[in-house]
């Protein structure tokens, strides 16, 4: 093995100019490494310079830190506590409002205002509970990707008499919901509650395609889930939706509590 070394360098003079390059190239390595070194020391250096004043700036990260630090000390809970999350929010869309009347009675009462009236208390008895509610117009701006626990919009039936079975409520829910079963027991609870605030009957008959496919549906948020109301009959029913609006809201706002607390309802029949 070195026999064969010492003789090739030796007996192959002629060899040697091509041969430079290789202790060169070395050599280019070696300087090639230092320059990414160095380039990697400065770029370490910038940015601990960077860095540094940073973290020695008054108040604004150490400030932050310290809080999160104290914050997850008091909750007791685990590193790193989430930023605080708002309240759960309730949409409630007073039917018409903002855009027409809606139903229109002989006598010059109109769908929208029993619809705000109603939906106002509705507002009223949820923040109440505690919640943050926003009560909406029905084209409302907020509307396109509307995020919130549960959207209901209250509306009510034609003032014109169809006959003596033309009163009663029905509730509907959004087809184009991403949790059917969500939605399912929104309105079973709504139906539930309202009917026990109100003693108003069921009225299965008269759920419409229209309600089902409500253009609020189509707007909002798809995790949001969303109801029709449609509190009576303005004609047979009017005495309970102006003179007992109170009722009407209590049995709303009830319904969505008990979807939101997960309570025990049964689905009316027909629905
Ligand atoms: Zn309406």
Same mark, same amino acid.
Request: glycine letters at 8%; hydrophobic letters at 35%.
């Given at each position: ?25 070395? $050599? ?7 320059? %990414?070194? *160095?380039? /990697?020391?400065?770029?370490? !250096? &910038? ?53 027409? $009347? ?7 009462? %109109?769908? *929208?205002? /029993?619809?705000?009236?109603? !939906? &106002? ?48 409520f029905k509730v509907a829910s959004s087809l184009a919901s991403s949790a059917p079963e969500k939605a399912q027991r929104l309105v079973a609870c ?66 969505v509590l008990c979807y939101i607390y997960n309570e025990s309802a049964t689905t009316p029949e027909g629905n």
């Open positions: 093995m070195l026999q064969d070394e010492i003789p090739s360098e030796m007996s192959e003079p002629g060899f040697s100019e091509p041969r430079r390059p290789r202790p060169r190239r070395a $050599s280019m390595n070696i300087f090639g490494q230092l320059t %990414t070194i *160095v380039a /990697v020391s400065a770029v370490l !250096a &910038t940015l601990f310079t960077a860095f540094t004043p940073l973290g020695l700036l008054p108040g604004g990260l150490t400030e932050w830190v310290a809080l999160q630090l104290s914050g997850s000390n008091a909750g007791g809970g685990s590193f790193p506590t989430p930023t605080p999350r708002p309240r759960p929010v309730i949409g409630i869309v007073a039917g018409h409002w903002g855009n027409d $009347s809606g139903a229109v009675c002989s006598d010059g009462l %109109t769908e *929208v205002e /029993v619809n705000l009236d109603v !939906a &106002t208390r509705v507002q009223q008895k949820l923040t109440d509970a505690g919640f943050d509610v926003d009560l909406l117009q029905e084209y409302d701006d907020r509307m396109p990707g509307y995020n919130a626990l549960v959207l209901v919009s209250i509306h009510a039936d034609t003032c014109e008499y169809i006959d003596d079975n033309a009163t009663g709504l139906s539930n509650r309202y009917q026990t605030a109100t003693g108003m009957r069921y009225h299965p008959a008269s759920i419409t395609a229209h309600m089902s496919n409500y253009h609020t549906f189509n707007e909002i948020h798809h995790d949001t889930t969303a109801a029709i109301i449609e509190t009576g009959f303005l004609n047979l029913d009017r005495q309970m939706l102006t003179q007992n609006s109170n009722a009407v809201a209590d049995g709303i706002a009830s319904g």
